[in-house]
């Protein structure tokens, strides 16, 4: 937004208009304004005028009213010194067509995140890429009880990363599981990562989902290199396929 200041001259100080307007043209700066249509805090697009702004905005609220429950839609005054950033705005037809596409897009993440979500905590990345080789509450022969994990397939040494953030409480061999590295994210949500060959984190270390926290390897009780992935809500297993690996 531009600033103007308001100055006084000294009346006993000779002035000359022309060259006061003179030099306020020199140091002006052209600034142009377009409007945003926002959804939440992104721009979706723009448009040229406040009028066509709020035409935009009310056909979108009339046609797609069930998918605003939860997003908000408004307008912005954007202010650019780049003239060729105006050539953004587009006409009304086209800004409400690409404003009801990203409205769709957001509705269709907003779901993907509930839908990876348990108790507040989002699950936003897988741990690894790999072949699932054994699903939650799968009997084997391999244990005397239901897998009360998931185990995926993957070279010896890939990267393990946190599927959310969170602290990490253990760090260290724990029994069958060797190498295991586990993580707190609040709300009595945890995540196990077992079988590691090396750990990259300590106890006590802040984790970013997607932080690298381990390797994959086959330490403990494993037929081979995977990674043993749990989700423990206040201390009982719940099948982590519900959440990631759909």
Known sequence: MPKYNFLFIENT???NEEEIFTKIQEM???TYK?????????????????EEAEEVIAKIKEEKANELEEINIAMKEIYTQN???????????SATEVAEVRLG??????EKIKS??????????????GHI????????????????????AAPNGTTIKAAADGTVTY??????YGNLVIISHGNGIQTYYGHCSKIYVSVGTQITAGDSIAAVGSTGNSTGNHLHFEIRKNGSQVNPQKYLYK
Do not use: C
């Open 13 to 15: 100080k000779p002035t």
């Open 28 to 30: 002006a700066v052209t």
């Open 34 to 50: 377009m409007y945003a249509i926002m959804l939440n805090d992104d721009i979706s697009t723009y448009v040229h005028s406040k």
């Open 83 to 93: 003239k060729e950033e105006t050539q953004n705005a587009i006409e009304v037809a």
């Open 105 to 110: 897009e957001k509705v269709e993440e907003q």
């Open 116 to 129: 990876a979500t348990l108790d507040g905590v989002y699950f936003a990345v897988q741990p690894i890429t």
């Open 133 to 152: 080789t054994s699903r939650f509450g799968a009997t084997e022969d391999i244990r005397d009880h239901a897998h009360q994990g998931m185990d995926i």
């Open 171 to 176: 760090a260290g061999w724990l029994g069958g």
